[in-house]
């Protein structure tokens, strides 16, 4: 008997729904960047894209724990010299958390062309509206501490 090697062709694609209000923002990053992957599938094989549908809704609302909001710091570059952009976690909480969830579960994901076709499948919301409803996706509960 052969190893059973899983591709992007022979995979049923399910709908994931992960609601983030009110939880740390990397409990629920690391939730959907495993069901990105399709870690939760027996069929699991590290080097295809055997991962699922994630929708996040209410970003806005995760959390973060400690003194992070004031504390930790997104850094871009511009490429030019002094071009570097420091933002405060408060701040991109408050303008685009969409961005800051998307960051995190980059962070979770391997650093191959792989992680780029999983993290367009990734997709925000504020709740779930009529069109996904008729996609009858499975609302994900993960376990906190």
């Given amino acids: 008997m052969s190893t059973y090697f899983a591709n992007a062709n022979t995979i049923e694609r ?3 729904v992960i609601d983030a209000a009110n939880k740390p923002l990397g409990r ?4 959907a ?5 399709g870690k939760h599938r027996p069929e699991f094989t590290p080097h295809a894209d055997c991962g699922e549908f994630v ?5 806005d609302k995760a959390v973060l724990t400690g003194r ?11 490429g030019y010299i002094g071009g ?3 933002v405060q976690y408060k701040t991109l909480m408050a303008t685009k958390p969409e961005l800051a969830m998307t960051l995190a579960v980059k962070g979770m994901l391997p650093t191959t062309h792989l992680a780029q076709r999983l993290l367009h ?3 925000f919301m504020q709740a779930l509206t009529t069109s996904t409803r008729l996609r009858s996706p499975l ?3 993960f376990n906190e501490r």
């Fill in 121 to 123: 499948v990734l997709r």
């Fill in 28 to 31: 629920t990053a690391v939730a």
């Fill in 68 to 78: 992070k909001l004031e504390q930790k710091y997104y850094y871009h570059h511009s």
């Fill in 33 to 37: 960047a495993n069901i990105l992957r």
């Fill in 14 to 16: 399910k709908w994931y």
């Fill in 84 to 86: 570097m952009k420091a």
């Fill in 139 to 141: 609302l994900t509960k």
């Fill in 55 to 59: 929708i996040i809704i209410n970003a």
